[in-house]
């Protein structure tokens, strides 16, 4: 079984532990001008596989939008180590997510990883759109990040020519359909290839990104998440 997205030398994530994760940070600012809630969909990348809560990608988005008076309440993430399209799809089904203000897709790694097929994953992508804008009440307040390059890690060494060509393809892929479906994509794999295999990029199993990598992803989405919601407001 995959334990991590990318590896399986690591104890897999508990299956009784709660999917639907909620940020447990105060909900409320005395500086907050809007508020929306927020749900985070994708693998071991959103739910911060070896970072604390606090520096999961989307938590770290709730910090920083809080700094320009928005707020994110809930951030609720339906994600885990080692999902694929197909395993994203049936927990949705399964758990039957409410509308959200804004909700954000980051999947496909462990497709390539478990060498899925690429029309499997095709299909299932195109279908997590559907089940996504429907979530978010319209692609307006939906965001898709890029798959990160994991081949620039030692887990990737002894290909990473090959997984980045993979990789490329994938969000080749879903830029694609993004474009052709009107919704913003945001890429942030050259951020996970600049950075390497650099000790302060990677969590502490040498694979997953670090709380600081997270944070330069984070830097990249703000202004773009920012733009989305004023949009989705006017």
Same mark, same amino acid.
Not at 65 to 71: D, P, V
Not at 151 to 154: A, Q
């Given at each position: 079984m995959? $334990?991590?997205?990318?590896? &399986?030398?690591?104890?897999?994530? /508990?299956?009784?532990?709660?999917?639907?994760?909620?940020?447990?940070?105060?909900?409320?600012?005395p500086?907050?001008?809007?508020? =929306?809630?927020?749900?985070?969909l994708?693998?071991?990348?959103?739910?911060?596989?070896?970072?604390?809560e %606090?520096?999961?990608?989307?938590n770290?988005l709730?910090t920083q939008? +809080?700094?320009?008076?928005?707020?994110l309440i809930?951030?609720?993430?339906?994600a885990?180590?080692?999902?694929t399209?197909e &395993?994203?799809?049936?927990?949705? %089904?399964?758990?039957?997510?409410?509308?959200?203000?804004?909700?954000? +897709? +980051?999947?496909?790694?462990? /497709?390539?990883?478990?060498?899925?097929? =690429?029309s499997?994953?095709?299909?299932? =992508?195109? %279908?997590?759109?559907e089940?996504?804008i429907?979530?978010?009440?319209?692609k307006?307040?939906l =965001?898709?990040?890029?798959?990160?390059?994991y081949?620039?890690?030692?887990f990737?060494?002894?290909?990473?020519?090959?997984?980045?060509?993979?990789?490329?393809?994938y /969000?080749?892929?879903?830029?694609?359909q993004?474009?052709?479906r009107?919704?913003?994509y945001?890429?942030?794999?050259?951020?996970?290839? $600049?950075?390497? &295999?650099?000790s302060?990029a990677?969590?502490?199993?040498?694979?997953?990104?670090?709380?600081?990598?997270?944070?330069?992803?984070?830097?990249?989405?703000?202004?773009?998440?920012i733009? +989305?919601l004023q949009?989705?407001?006017?």
């Open positions: 995959l $334990s991590v997205s990318c590896t &399986d030398d690591e104890t897999p994530m /508990n299956q009784n532990q709660i999917l639907l994760a909620t940020d447990p940070t105060p909900n409320n600012s500086n907050v001008s809007q508020s =929306f809630s927020y749900l985070a994708g693998d071991s990348y959103t739910i911060g596989q070896g970072v604390t %606090e520096s999961r990608w989307p770290q709730k939008l +809080l700094t320009k008076s928005i707020q809930p951030v609720d993430i339906i885990q180590t080692g999902w399209t &395993d994203l799809l049936t927990a949705i %089904e399964a758990q039957r997510p409410d509308q959200y203000d804004l909700v954000s +897709l +980051l999947i496909g790694v462990n /497709n390539q990883f478990q060498k899925r097929p =690429f499997q994953f095709e299909s299932e =992508f195109e %279908e997590l759109l089940k996504t429907v979530i978010a009440g319209g307006q307040h =965001f898709v990040v890029s798959i990160p390059d081949g620039v890690t030692r990737g060494s002894g290909n990473p020519g090959g997984i980045a060509t993979e990789i490329n393809a /969000n080749a892929y879903i830029q694609q993004c474009i052709k009107d919704i913003l945001l890429d942030i794999t050259e951020i996970s290839r $600049s950075l390497g &295999d650099n302060t990677l969590a502490d199993d040498g694979l997953h990104p670090s709380g600081a990598q997270y944070l330069k992803w984070v830097e990249k989405i703000l202004p773009e998440v733009k +989305l949009n989705a407001n006017d």
